[in-house]
């Protein structure tokens, strides 16, 4: 089973809706990441959480939202979505003594 | 601030011929660098990684990488490209903190 999963793994969804996608790992690691990949850009961080109690804004958290329901779960929301919100969005872990992240495989999201 | 300049964003050798990706990076601190690889629908997955120590690092499926600080540099390579290493290919660099920053990725195309 993959350590860092993701789900759904695609969504089309349309303008003004709301849109949670869901992260759980099982590595064990208190530290979780939302990342959007773009062409051209690389990957660019929304959010991140050192653990349950510890939540922080990224370079790009405008029009997102997270919750870390437990230290092994963590979900990106996206309150009402628009067309530029259109990306690849991947859920990352660390834990304490790895300089890594450990990536899932991904949720490719379509806002029409 | 801290950044990651990947030169290239696509890159085209022969199978057999030397793989040679490139990255630069601005730190104020001592960084941590990555070069991690995205196999096409997949999460990204850590080729290799400079911490501290021997400034050459050797990583999986023969890629190897050399951290020249004179040269703020982290170059990827790889004597002899064989058609699985088709891929998109990120450089990042983590300066000593919990921010861990990306380049934009560089495609590699491997011609028979």
């Known amino acids: 089973d993959a350590d860092v999963t993701q789900t759904p793994r695609n969504r089309i969804t349309k303008t003004g809706k709301r849109i949670m996608l869901e992260c759980s790992q099982t590595k064990g690691h208190d530290r979780m990441y939302w990342y959007r990949q773009d062409p051209g850009l690389g990957l660019q961080l929304i959010y991140y959480?050192?653990?349950?109690?510890?939540?922080n804004k990224g370079e790009i958290s405008d029009g997102y939202s997270v919750s870390r329901q437990a230290q092994a779960k963590f979900s990106l929301s996206l309150e009402s979505a628009i067309p530029n919100q259109t990306a690849l969005y991947f859920c990352a872990t660390s834990g304490q003594g790895y300089n890594e992240q450990f990536f899932g495989p991904g949720t490719r999201l379509t806002v029409l | 601030a801290q950044s990651v300049t990947q030169l290239g964003s696509h890159v085209s050798v022969s199978e057999g011929a030397l793989v040679l990706l490139r990255c630069n990076y601005s730190s104020s601190v001592p960084p941590y660098l990555f070069w991690y690889v995205q196999y096409p629908n997949q999460g990204l997955q850590l080729l290799l990684k400079?911490?501290?120590?021997?400034?050459l690092v050797k990583g999986i499926n023969g890629f190897e990488a050399e951290f020249k600080k004179s040269e703020t540099s982290f170059h990827l390579t790889k004597p002899s490209a064989h058609m699985s290493d088709a891929a998109e290919y990120f450089c990042?660099?983590?300066?000593?903190?919990?921010?861990?920053?990306f380049g934009a990725g560089t495609r590699l195309t491997v011609k028979p």
């Open positions: 959480s050192f653990d349950v109690k510890d939540i």
């Open positions: 400079y911490t501290t120590g021997a400034t």
């Open positions: 990042a660099v983590r300066p000593g903190g919990n921010d861990m920053r």
